[in-house]
């Protein structure tokens, strides 16, 4: 199973919206961009939430077959490891073998070893096309991102393995993905990962590193854009170089995690992937849910009563909420609006406070993120909020569609 050229991760926290997501793709297909949809949710997602992996499934098939998407179109397992991978093998088409724990933890001295002698004949100066200036390669730092990266890699290898085992080969596509980590990883660093994932027989179709720079939930990059441009034109020479070198799937790509929202950064993306030919995955998660938020407030009615309480909640549960995404939100708590304004606010002025819209003075981006981890809430209002999604399915679609192919596709693939 090969990955398509262009392919967009759209997590869907409540399940509701597969046919909106997909009309935006549909609109992109229509204009020429060929985009292929990817329905991603995690573990950790379904546990929050109260899903499981068939019902992402259920929600892909069920939009394909009312759309009908001619098209390929995919479910990833996103972010799992050994301990959960079961429970994805029915369902799922696309693994994420999540490996973020096990980088810096020191690998095996003579493993280590045995991978600089395996690739020793990279030592000096390296040229790479589309890299100005060689890259230095000397034993030492060789052997220090061994030791960083090679037991994760390893850990890789394993749950490729083992669904290798139940799916069988080439009945699904591999990522291997290092994002949530604390230190980006280097051109150089990706070179050699590159090197031992080969090593490992992992037949990865993306890899996700960690980038430069911020990359918070649901808001803009926040960080040096040059950098970043620089850094993401040179891995993805990197990836060229290293599929010649090391037997990679040829189609092996940069797939952007927490890709939602970033719009400072799509501009150089794009250019980085016309001037190399490049595939693309970009995945977002957990927007959705905000334009079904966005959609209840414009709705009116009990639409904004729950919107509005959606926040309420939050702000009361705060340190609760926010404390497993401290490393991917930047909220400054003296710019949420406080409750009872948000109390007397007309839903347009709730949308308004919402929509990432950079030209739009009422736009907050501390709202916006603190209702972004708050889905939680909504999840425990049960029927009475999925209810609402279903009553308000027109204007919630309407959103989330002019979110996926005005804000994403259009900037993106272009
Ligand atoms: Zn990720």
């Known amino acids: 199973m090969e990955l398509e050229k262009y392919s967009m991760g759209i997590g869907d926290r409540f399940a509701r919206q597969g046919k909106a997501q997909l009309q935006a793709l549909i609109r992109a297909k229509d204009d020429g961009m060929d985009v292929v949809p990817v329905w991603n949710k995690s573990h950790r997602e379904h546990m929050i939430i109260g899903t499981s992996p068939s019902d992402v499934r259920r929600e892909a098939d069920g939009a394909v077959e009312a759309l009908g998407w001619k098209s390929p179109y995919h479910v990833d397992a996103d972010h799992i ?3 959960n991978v079961d429970l994805f093998i029915e369902a799922s088409d696309f693994y994420t073998l999540d490996v973020a724990d096990l980088i810096g933890e020191a690998a095996d001295a003579a493993q280590v070893q045995a991978f600089v002698d395996r690739h020793a004949r990279y030592v000096g100066a390296l040229e790479i096309a589309g890299i100005d200036e060689p890259l230095e390669v000397t034993r030492e730092r060789m052997e220090a991102i061994a030791a960083r990266y090679l037991l994760g890699v390893q850990e890789a290898g394993r749950i490729y393995r083992h669904i290798e085992a139940k799916k069988g080969k080439g009945k699904f596509i591999t990522e291997v993905s290092m ?3 604390q230190a ?5 660093e990706m070179f050699f990962i590159l090197a031992a994932i080969a090593d490992e027989g992992i037949p990865a179709q993306t890899i996700a590193p960690k980038f430069t720079g911020r990359f918070n939930k649901g808001v803009d990059y926040q960080g040096d854009v040059d950098q970043f441009a620089r850094e993401f034109d040179e891995d993805l020479a990197v990836i060229r170089f290293a599929v010649a070198e090391f037997g990679l799937p040829a189609n092996l790509k ?3 995690h927490s890709g939602s929202d ?3 950064i799509y501009g150089p993306i794009n250019r980085s992937i016309r001037k190399y030919d490049a595939g693309l995955h970009l995945k977002t998660a957990g927007t959705t849910w905000l334009e079904e938020l966005i959609g209840l407030a414009e709705a009116g009615g009990t639409g904004l009563d729950i919107a509005r309480e959606v ?3 939050s702000l009361g549960r705060f340190d609760e909420l926010c404390g497993p995404y401290a490393t991917v939100i930047d909220i400054d708590k003296n710019r949420l609006p406080l409750v009872n304004e948000v109390e007397s606010w007309s839903g347009e002025e709730y949308a308004a406070a919402l929509r990432h819209d950079q030209d739009c003075a009422q736009y907050n981006p501390h709202f916006r993120q603190l209702l972004h981890v708050a889905y939680k809430v909504a999840a425990e209002m049960g029927e009475r909020f999925l209810g ?4 308000n399915e027109e204007i919630i679609a309407r959103n989330v569609l002019e979110n996926v192919y005005v804000r994403h596709l259009k900037r993106i693939f272009a």
């Open 388 to 391: 609402a999604l279903e009553e």
């Open 311 to 313: 926040y309420k909640i």
């Open 81 to 83: 490891g050994l301990k």
């Open 179 to 181: 994002d949530e980590t």
């Open 254 to 256: 940069l797939s952007v």
């Open 262 to 264: 970033k719009f400072s």
């Open 184 to 188: 980006p990883q280097t051109p150089l």
